[in-house]
């Protein structure tokens, strides 16, 4: 990346260079001159651009119009089941989440999600 960027540098104080040689040779009565065309230039089709779409009729622009995708009738629908059982291997792991004492501090709120995992965990035995 920063190859690329000293090319770009490189490049741009070529191309500065390369001005400056151009423009020494000319007197200031020149460069105000050239200065004055290219504003004329630019100006005048800036205010073309922006008063021909309010004055011209020969001037349209057409619409597009966007249709909304369909949406395939199986997506957002489930084939199966989802699986609420919850294995005891990750049971083990929130249970070893309660003795991070950093953690707990960390998020307190993590620990009511802890009990609720717990209860899951408990009603499954019960079944």
């Known amino acids: 990346m920063k190859r690329i960027k000293n090319n770009i540098q490189r490049l741009a104080r070529f191309c500065a260079n390369w001005l400056t040689r151009k423009t020494e040779r000319l007197s200031l009565g020149k460069k105000k001159i ?3 065309l290219f504003c004329l230039l630019f100006g005048g089709i800036s205010i073309y651009i922006v008063l021909m779409p309010m004055i011209g009729s020969s001037f349209h622009v057409s619409s597009v119009v966007f249709q909304r995708p369909s949406i395939p009738k199986h997506i957002g629908k489930a ?25 707990m501090r960390a998020h307190p709120q993590l620990l009511d999600s802890i009990h609720l995992f717990e209860q899951l965990y408990q009603s499954q035995l019960k079944k």
């Open 34 to 36: 050239g200065l004055l």
């Open 79 to 103: 084939n199966r089941k989802p699986n609420n059982t919850i294995s005891k291997k990750f049971y083990d792991r929130i249970e070893a989440l309660k003795n991070d004492d950093s953690l």
